[in-house]
């Protein structure tokens, strides 16, 4: 069985394009010896007219490491005649392939990205500034916007396209979509879905989105002043003048804190999930 792509990645810093290795002597329809005897990387040279880094990396996994499956290659044939033959499915797909080629880099910032930390500035395509919120929010919403435009294609004739296509959409099903959709729990360690964690109210958890201020936070600190204040024997109502004083700092201690402990302790854990190959065996992509 071949490896996805996204595992042929989990040792490179960033995504490449030729991350597959042709198998060893002996085995496979090309093994090494016949890979360089065929100068197979001369051959995807030629024929390589992928827009997409992940459709790159395919096509060369399918040269390094063919089908051996005649009905497998049978099916990809038909599909391949249907997509020349029927112009508006083609159109649709093509559209899928412009999206993924303009937002895949949000997926592999996320996946693969380096914190650099609050106040860095980014130099190379592989670092995050901030505390990676909308690193998150642009990585989560690739797999939105191309779900819900495979989920608009005309349902194809060929096997080939119409299991690829189901598969996708399946992924909408998956416990990984619900953690994306949010909102996400951290209890005890472990991290929830919506669905997992259900209607329970203990033990109380952690909830994570992807924001740097927290409404219902922020409302409880005021809250608690304010109750503070109410039950107080003096009266400790602050002035204006007294309120910028004292949230200035607080806010300057606020940011730090919770944008580090939503990246060290809810993105990079959510992040490290995600990456892992075998959660991605039905997003055909990966």
């Not at 042709?22 to 024929?47: R, Y």
């Not at 740097?212 to 039950?231: D, E």
């Amino acid at each position: 069985m071949q490896e996805t792509i996204l595992k042929s990645w989990q040792e490179e810093p960033w995504p490449t394009i030729k991350s597959t290795k042709p198998l060893p002597m002996g085995e496979g329809v090309i093994d090494e010896t016949a890979f360089n005897t065929l100068e197979i990387d001369k051959v995807f040279d030629s024929v390589n007219y992928a827009s997409t880094t992940t459709g790159q990396a395919l096509l060369y996994r399918s040269l390094c490491q063919p089908l051996s499956s005649i009905k497998e290659l049978k099916a990809k044939q038909e599909a391949v005649k249907e997509l020349e033959k029927n112009q508006a499915l083609r159109e649709q797909i093509e559209a899928i392939v412009e999206t993924v080629e303009a937002n895949e880099k949000n997926v592999h910032l996320l996946f693969f990205g380096e914190f650099l930390g609050a106040f860095s500035q980014t130099r190379a395509k592989n670092e995050i500034d901030g505390y990676g919120y909308r690193q998150y929010r642009n990585g989560v919403q690739f797999f939105h916007d191309t779900l819900s435009q495979v989920e608009g294609v005309d349902t194809p004739k060929s096997k080939y396209l119409n299991e690829l296509l189901n598969k996708i959409k399946s992924f909408k099903n998956s416990r990984y979509y619900s953690l994306m959709e949010g909102p996400v729990y951290f209890v005890e360690g472990n991290i929830k879905s919506k669905e997992e964690r259900g209607g329970s109210l203990f033990p109380i958890p952690v909830i994570f989105k992807p924001q740097l201020l927290k409404p219902v936070l922020l409302s409880s600190i005021i809250g608690l002043i304010w109750l503070i204040s109410m039950f107080s024997p003096v009266d400790i109502t602050p002035s204006l003048p007294a309120v910028s004083i004292f949230l200035g700092p607080l806010m300057l201690l606020y940011f730090p804190v919770i944008g580090g402990y939503d990246r060290d302790n809810c993105i990079i854990p959510l992040r490290n999930l995600y990456k892992k190959p075998m959660k991605w065996a039905n997003f055909s992509m990966f």
